[in-house]
């Protein structure tokens, strides 16, 4: 292993304020929408856009402040010093590669769907990070919440998958165990590589 991309949303970026902050300016309360976010990713739902469309509500878009979960800067930083080529790459728009830079996130690539033209699941879109990384994908981690956008397809493309369990999708979504790799947090990431 020489490389490690990681997710954004639930992986590095603790989603629950902006989420709840769309709730609050739609006028649903936020217990509601979280039930509802849920009761999608139940269903199957890919988009998280699919909230808007069920609740019958006008998309909110906004460029927010990222949050990083505490664990994150640490566990970017030990990979770093450990010598790993580090990138973020996720399903996000062009404006989240500063987010995250803002935010702190201090690593070799940050790459965005927007950017790149290309979204999680796509072969292509993970085509895209060994090309970043310049390395064979046997050599690169991916590390996601999500199995359906992460897991799955990082495994289909020769990519070591690496499961998060954290965020709605992380604890709803079946087919952990197809993951090479299974962490609760980022805290155990470094040690948790093969």
Not at 93 to 112: C, F, I, M, R
Request: proline share 6%.
């Amino acid at each position: 292993m020489t490389a490690v991309f990681l997710d954004v949303g639930e992986t590095l970026v603790d989603e629950t304020e902006y989420w709840g902050s769309r709730a609050d300016r739609l006028g649903i309360s936020r217990f509601t929408f979280f039930a509802v976010f849920g009761a999608l990713i139940e269903r199957g739902e890919r988009d998280h856009g699919g909230i808007f469309d069920f609740l019958g509500a006008q998309r909110v878009d906004a460029a927010p402040r990222f949050v990083l979960y505490p664990d994150a800067g640490p566990c970017l930083h030990r990979l770093g010093e450990a010598g790993y080529f580090v990138g973020v790459a996720g399903n996000q728009p062009q404006w989240a590669e500063a987010a995250l830079l803002e935010a702190g996130v201090d690593v070799d690539v940050v790459a965005t769907s927007a950017g790149w033209g290309v979204h999680k699941p796509s072969p292509e879109f993970f085509a895209r990070i060994v090309e970043a990384a310049g390395r064979p994908a046997g050599e690169i981690a991916y590390v996601g919440d999500r199995v359906d956008n992460d897991v799955d397809p990082a495994l289909e493309a020769g990519l070591v998958a690496v499961h998060i369990r954290r965020g709605p999708w992380g604890h709803i979504q079946p087919g952990r165990e197809r993951a090479d790799v299974r962490i609760d947090s980022l805290d155990e990431l470094p040690e948790a590589l093969p």
